[in-house]
């Protein structure tokens, strides 16, 4: 927590969460497939190596679909690691459990890892180098080549089966995505921020996070979208960490069995990481917003779904709530919630506090009131 000492003020410490669908319940082995699949659905998920994968719907998509409208892109999902969604990653669960976290369905949204596709994404291959008036005209006109696609289908999927009608569904939904995507650059006025074209992947694993830092906080900073995930390691990453002399693979590490050694490295290893997201916290709080600042005006949940890699443990989660969410949260403090609290209960939370109220979500109980109170 030292690296995150000159944000104590812009930050919750939460304890006593827990990610109940991490846990096997019959399943047998693959915690880290399930951490994965359930730390923001709060959803069991199906045991499959194959296509028939199943989890619930993530936090940050339920957040997306009632935000997104406002934005040109309804969300963001980074990765540092492996995004892959096929093939046996864990003692029988699809790499699609241990490489995503975010969900819009029962399937999952693989993260983008490549720094330079997450910028053209945003900012086009050179769009960003445009004028306002310019790229609204490139707008327009793919506008009208949308317009074509959208009435050549109709004729096509009255002769389509159930199964390729479904997945016609999802391409017009796309479709429908990209059209409120030119809708915004229509009404888009900004220029874009101080931010290098990135070439590629860094070779540094610190530059690398970085990096996917700052594509969020530029991406917050131009109001492109509101609502993003980064996955900084797939679960059960067998990532080294040269820059700070640690040679060995961190899974490895984490089943420690209490060796001194190893503990003291997965120390330094997590230390590593809690500093890259303290500057990231830098990066928001001095980023001006409104009437205050990024970091102000946010909502930001940094943690993961096993406590402990050496006993799979998925309680008492290592939890950070960063950000006052437009004074919607009382920072600045540690809250002790009863054990085995669900995280989905955070999340429930979130969501009200953000004006998003769906029914139900995931294994969530009820609400964290204390995240609000003095």
Not at 74 to 97: F, H, I, K, M, P
Request: aromatic share 6%.
């Amino acid at each position: 927590m030292k690296p995150l000492a000159a944000y104590r003020d812009d930050m919750l410490v939460l304890s006593g969460l827990a990610d109940h669908n991490g846990n096997e319940l019959g399943d047998g082995p693959g915690d880290h497939a399930r951490a994965g699949a359930s730390f923001l659905t709060g959803v069991h998920c199906k045991k499959t190596s194959g296509a028939d994968i199943r989890s619930g719907v993530s936090v940050d998509q339920i957040a997306a679909r009632a935000l997104g409208s406002e934005t040109r892109f309804a969300s963001l999902e980074l990765g540092c690691e492996d995004s892959r969604t096929v093939g046996n990653c864990d003692s029988g669960y699809s790499c699609a459990y241990t490489n995503s976290i975010s969900w819009r369905s029962p399937t999952p949204m693989p993260p983008e890892t490549n720094p330079r596709a997450v910028f053209e994404r945003l900012f086009g291959t050179d769009d960003f180098r445009l004028d306002p008036a310019t790229r609204a005209r490139r707008a327009k006109y793919r506008a009208s080549i949308l317009d074509i696609v959208r009435e050549d289908t109709k004729s096509l999927v009255p002769t389509l089966g159930q199964a390729d009608r479904r997945k016609m569904d999802e391409y017009l939904t796309s479709v429908r995505e990209i059209e409120m995507r030119i809708q915004s650059a229509e009404k888009d006025t900004q220029t874009m921020p101080g931010l290098e074209k990135p070439t590629g992947i860094p070779v540094g694993f610190g530059d690398y996070i970085s990096l996917m830092y700052d594509l969020q906080v530029v991406a917050f900073q131009t109001d492109l979208t509101r609502v993003s995930t980064l996955m900084t390691g797939r679960e059960g990453s067998m990532r080294t960490y040269p820059e700070i002399n640690v040679s060995d693979s961190h899974h490895p590490l984490t089943h420690h069995r209490n060796n001194p050694e190893f503990i003291e490295k997965v120390t330094q290893i997590n230390t590593f990481h809690t500093d890259l997201f303290g500057k990231f916290l830098g990066k928001m709080k001095s980023t001006p917003d409104g009437d205050g600042n990024l970091l102000d005006h946010s909502m930001i949940v940094y943690g993961s779904g096993i406590s402990d890699g050496n006993r799979h443990l998925h309680e008492n989660l290592p939890i950070i709530v960063a950000g006052r969410g437009d004074g919607q949260l009382k920072p600045g403090r540690h809250l002790a919630y009863e054990n085995n609290t669900p995280v989905a209960n955070l999340y429930s939370t979130l969501l009200d506090r953000a004006g998003v109220r769906p029914d139900t979500f995931g294994d969530s109980t009820g609400k964290l009131v204390q995240l609000t109170q003095v």
